[in-house]
């Protein structure tokens, strides 16, 4: 009995968050950085199993593994640098925390049949709406032409007295049956007064009829109800089906393709045949960004800033030149293994139970909101140089592929060119290639890598025109990558999920760790085909744990430790700085208006918010540390300014003697300021005052006694009784007497009193 899901493949878990160098938007090929090196790294490959990498150019060598033909008819076999590129950016990628960018805006269809498998008839209730249709493509986009009337159906032994091919019913794909029935041309049909075309759709279990599609109605069409979005699920939905790029062909000449289709209000879903693929909810777009948000304004990855990229607005040359990796010695045809021959399939990222990330039952699948993808996936590595037998499918001729791998056992010597590259970026090369020198990891490449084939292991590897030691580089690497993953993931990079997962896929299997899932009529009942059994019995792919090698010592992991706090402090400071800009920007117009009170009031607030969130706040104090002196300096000057003025004030009444100080009218009134004694009396005391004297000269003496003689005959009411006190006893003499002596007093009084 089965009891666990089996594949040759398990994904690396999607990570969260995405490391993007703070360097990277300074790259560059013309400006250097400061530590920026240039050099060469040397790597011998050996394959550990058969190899295939094939020749695509079309040539009758095209089963080969890409190849030069030497005058003997032997064969140097070498693996394209284009392929060593891709797999090396790949691992760069997870092991960096890369983004997963490559699946694009794909959609998958389904066909979910109401039976005791499932647990709703969504889909039933789907097809019950199917129209159809004839689809044509133009400069304008595309057309969805509405037919006449309602398709029908026609028996298979009615369109073999049609078809070009009596036997079209033996092919398996929808596009080869009409190609037999008719070179695609739908050939007209009538019946009951109708003239219909020809559809033949796929081949299936106990399938009686085609159908019948009416011909178009020239005055009924959707020009502009066919979004991007229906063409764009139609295209992906379909992609992976045998012949669907001829159909696309049709459409990009201007020819039209007989299509099913649902209307959902304005929108519209496209498909082929009655029973039609469905697109699911969601994209795998969709599903990545429910992990990882994309976020392009935040910069690009490692892998991006080491090897390029290209974009609609821009683009980046890399700074990594990958060259072939060329065998040690040719060979001869006999030294290969034996041909070998199979199906060798394409991925079924439709296959919900696997490439959708599963908790428990029921199953997530493309429409469930939320759904998350398994993550990056990778080709689990067979025991040894074993491999596994090509899985032979129908016996259709056309399904199989032919292969001539290199036997095992070969080396194979490249050259990797590095220009202008930091130390960390260096290591993070040297990483991918080694997996870290962790212990029993392998690479694979090439065709077949599902069934053991294209096992690779790096045999040799040194640095040329470098600064530092391989072990060096890998340690700044394991250093950066540390410092990112102990913020976001809160451990070590060799400890994360993310890169233990990689190591543990890229590590050795043996048996049911391997093996395909299979549709087999000779196995039980209810395993006849696995994939349909395990999406209604849940299971998911395992794998057990690797401990990665690292380069870290305990004095690196306690000063990393140091360091993310640093960083942390910096990032909560950052966002508290960023929350709060407005209260900065009106702190600093108070500062810049003079308004320093104000200011401070502002960031004695802002620092207390910061002590209460435990945000560093050392330079908000250093801040206001300076605006106090600012302060400080300012009052400083006003008390300055004040001083000079009064100084200047003091200097313009002296100017004008005694006479100007006592003596001023009021120009409004023509009235004396003085016009009492103890007006006088303080008036004098000021005189002294600003003059720095204690007594008055003869001339201010005069004044004082015209000024005197003015008040005796101009008395105050307040005042009267004053005056008129004997001499002896007489305050307002008295003080008279301090100013002028006793002498000049007494005088005074003679001559006023008589």
Same mark, same amino acid.
């Given at each position: ?54 020749? /695509? ?73 199917? %129209? ?30 049609? /078809? ?9 794909? /929808?596009?080869?049956? *009409? ?27 106990? &399938? ?16 502009? +109800? ?28 201007? $020819? ?16 082929? +045949? ?6 699911? &909810? ?19 990855? =490692? ?34 293994? /034996? ?15 696997? !490439? ?58 490249? %050259? ?48 040329? +025109? ?8 890998? &340690? ?52 006849? *085909? ?22 870290? *010592? ?50 004695? %607030?802002?620092? *207390? ?55 001023? &009218? ?44 003015? =008040? ?16 002896? $006893? ?6 008279? %007497?301090? !100013?002028? +002596? ?5 005088? =005074? ?6």
């Amino acid at each position: 009995m089965v009891n666990k899901i089996s594949a040759p493949y398990n994904f690396v878990p999607l990570n969260e968050f995405v490391f993007v160098p703070d360097w990277g938007g300074e790259v560059s090929q013309d400006i250097p950085f400061a530590d920026g090196e240039d050099g060469y790294i040397e790597v011998t490959w050996k394959n550990v199993s058969p190899l295939c990498v094939r020749d /695509a150019s079309g040539t009758d060598d095209k089963n080969y593994s890409m190849h030069v033909k030497m005058s003997d008819g032997s064969r140097l076999y070498f693996i394209p640098g284009s392929s060593l590129r891709g797999m090396l950016r790949n691992t760069l990628s997870v092991m960096s925390f890369g983004r997963l960018t490559q699946y694009g805006n794909k959609y998958f269809g389904h066909r979910e049949f109401h039976t005791k498998k499932t647990d709703n008839n969504e889909y039933q209730n789907q097809m019950s709406k199917v %129209r159809y249709g004839w689809l044509e493509g133009d400069y304008d986009g595309y057309k969805l032409y509405m037919c006449l009337g309602e398709a029908d159906k026609i028996s298979i032994q009615k369109v073999r007295e049609i /078809a070009l091919d009596r036997e079209y019913d033996k092919y398996k794909y /929808a596009w080869e049956r *009409n190609q037999a029935i008719g070179n695609n041309t739908f050939p007209k049909k009538e019946k009951d007064g109708i003239v219909y075309r020809v559809f033949a759709t796929g081949q299936m279990h106990n &399938k009686n009829n085609e159908l019948l599609i009416p011909e178009a109605d020239e005055n009924s069409f959707v020009r502009f +109800g066919i979004d991007d979005e229906a063409i764009t699920s139609f295209f992906t939905v379909y992609s992976n089906t045998s012949g669907f790029e001829n159909y696309r062909a049709m459409l990009e000449c201007g $020819k039209r393709i007989p299509v099913s289709f649902i209307k959902d209000g304005s929108h519209y879903v496209l498909g082929m +045949g009655r029973m039609m693929r469905y697109p699911h &909810k969601y994209s795998v777009a969709d599903l990545i960004e429910n992990v990882q948000k994309r976020d392009d304004a935040a910069g690009r990855d =490692l892998a991006d800033v080491i090897f390029g990229w290209v974009d609609r607005d821009r683009s980046l040359k890399g700074r990594v030149q990958i060259g072939n990796a060329f065998a040690s010695r040719p060979l001869m045809d006999e030294e290969l293994c /034996a041909e070998v021959s199979g199906v060798l399939g394409t991925p079924k990222p439709s296959f919900y139970p696997l !490439y959708l990330k599963q908790d428990e039952k029921p199953y997530k699948t493309y429409s469930t909101e939320g759904a998350t993808i398994s993550g990056t996936k990778r080709y689990r590595i067979h025991k040894g140089a074993s491999v596994t037998t090509l899985p032979q499918g129908n016996g259709n001729i056309k399904t199989m592929s032919q292969i001539n791998p290199v036997p095992a056992g070969q080396t194979f010597k490249m %050259r990797i060119v590095v220009h202008n590259m930091r130390k960390m970026e260096i290591g993070a090369l040297l990483s991918a290639i080694t997996f870290n020198h962790t212990q029993g990891t392998y690479h694979n490449i090439g065709s077949a890598k599902g069934f053991g084939y294209g096992k690779m292991e790096c045999a040799d590897l040194s640095l040329h +025109g470098f600064a530092f030691s391989e072990e060096e580089y890998l &340690k700044a690497f394991e250093y950066e990558m540390s410092l990112f993953t102990k913020a976001k993931y809160s451990c070590l990079w060799s400890e994360t999920t993310q890169v233990k997962s990689l190591v543990a896929i890229m590590s050795e299997h043996e048996g049911n760790d391997v093996r395909m899932m299979e549709m087999d009529k000779n196995r039980p009942p209810l395993q006849k *085909n696995e994939y349909e059994y395990y999406k209604t019995n849940f299971s998911k792919l395992e794998e057990t744990d690797k401990n990665v090698a690292t380069y870290l *010592n305990d004095d690196d992991v306690a000063g990393l430790e140091e360091s993310v706090k640093r960083v942390e402090t910096a990032k909560l400071r950052k966002r508290f700085v960023v929350e709060n800009a407005k209260i900065y920007d009106d702190i600093k117009a108070d500062v810049k208006s003079g308004n320093f009170q104000s200011a401070i009031e502002s960031l004695d %607030r802002l620092i *207390n918010d910061m002590l209460i969130q435990g945000v560093d706040k050392s330079d908000e104090e250093t801040w206001r540390t300076d605006i106090v002196e600012k302060q400080k300096a300012k009052e400083a000057e006003e008390t300055q300014k004040k001083v000079e003025a009064l100084n200047e004030k003091n200097k313009q009444q002296l100017s004008g003697g005694l006479a100007n100080f006592i003596e001023e &009218k009021n120009p409004l009134t023509d009235k004396y300021k003085v016009d009492k004694w103890k007006t006088c009396d303080s008036k004098i005391k000021q005189w002294l005052k600003k003059k720095s004297t204690s007594s008055l000269d003869d001339d201010e003496k005069q004044t004082l006694e015209k000024t005197i003689r003015r =008040l005796y005959v101009e008395q105050d009411r307040s005042e009267k009784k004053d005056w008129k006190v004997e001499y002896d $006893k007489n305050k307002i003499w008295k003080a008279i %007497r301090g !100013y002028l +002596g006793e002498e000049r007093a007494m005088s =005074l009084y003679k001559s006023m009193e008589g």
